[in-house]
């Protein structure tokens, strides 16, 4: 079969909007937990696949951990959980009337908490699980190196950074919506979700498993991955729970204008608006 076209992707994410926004609270919570894991694995992959390859050119590191941060994405959409950046599309429903300013906002609330919920929660376990000590102890140190500097961004590019992520997340979720097989679904969206990886965006719900898994290695390290790496607590010492609750604002607004108004809004605009007039 055909991929849709995009004004009946339109159409389709219009409609996705209003149903996800309607789901009770209990459930849209439990999927928005699972949806924060789902990402965390994807980042977890990603730092895996990434750690180690400091000899190759930066951005084919980049575009291999682009690659496999994609499993995060596969497995929100195809296993059906609730992701707060690909749900800024549902602006469209709102645009149309078909919801109202409050059940989405609500719907972004519940869904951004349970996001946080599950990234930070795998992070936890991953930490418990001793996997940064991977690669004599690569794994962490790329883990902790990434989460320093996300720590240490400016909040303007925060800000801008989370814009251009959530533009290729919100078009890899629209490609997704217009595919009919698991293998279209898959194929469309690895490019985008890479492309973003690849060229440093920052994504909200990532950086909720990607911080917090640097500040448990950190607090819960011994002195052996210390040695092992070269350095130490001290050499990371901006990266704290605050600095990481901070520069999840201007992320989190960036990843809101990049999906919501970038995408959503302009697709409404096309292939919507006359039909509302």
């Known amino acids: 079969m055909d991929a849709l076209l995009p004004d009946e992707i339109a159409r389709k994410a219009e409609g996705v909007g209003a149903a996800k926004a309607r789901l009770d609270s209990l459930s849209l919570f439990v999927l928005a937990i699972l949806a924060g894991a789902f990402i965390g694995l994807g980042a977890m992959f990603s730092i895996t696949a990434a750690a180690g390859m400091g000899a190759l050119p930066f951005g084919l590191v980049q575009f291999v951990a682009g690659i496999a941060f994609s499993l995060g994405l596969i497995l929100v959409i195809l296993g059906g959980a609730e992701l707060f950046t690909g749900n800024t599309l549902m602006v469209m429903a709102w645009a149309s009337g078909r919801i109202s300013l409050a059940e989405m906002l609500r719907a972004w609330g519940i869904v951004y908490a349970g996001n946080f919920v599950g990234a930070v929660a795998t992070a936890l376990l991953v930490a418990l699980a001793g996997q ?104 990371y010492a901006g990266l704290d729970w605050p600095a990481f609750l901070w520069r999840l604002i201007p992320v989190t607004a960036g990843n809101i204008i990049g999906g919501g108004v970038l995408v959503g809004a302009v697709y409404w605009f096309v292939y919507l608006r006359r039909r509302e007039k």
């Open 132 to 235: 940064y000590l991977g690669g004599s102890g690569a794994v962490g140190a790329k883990a902790l190196d990434l989460a320093a500097a996300k720590a240490a961004l400016p909040w303007e590019r925060a800000f801008f950074l989370g814009i251009l992520c959530n533009v290729l997340v919100c078009l890899a979720v629209w490609l997704a919506l217009g595919a009919h097989s698991t293998a279209d679904k898959i194929l469309a969206m690895i490019l985008p979700v890479a492309a973003f990886v690849a060229a440093g965006f920052e994504h909200s719900v990532a950086n909720m498993y990607i911080l917090p898994l640097g500040l448990f290695i950190k607090a819960l390290a011994g002195e052996s991955f210390w040695q092992a790496i070269g350095a130490g607590p001290s050499d």
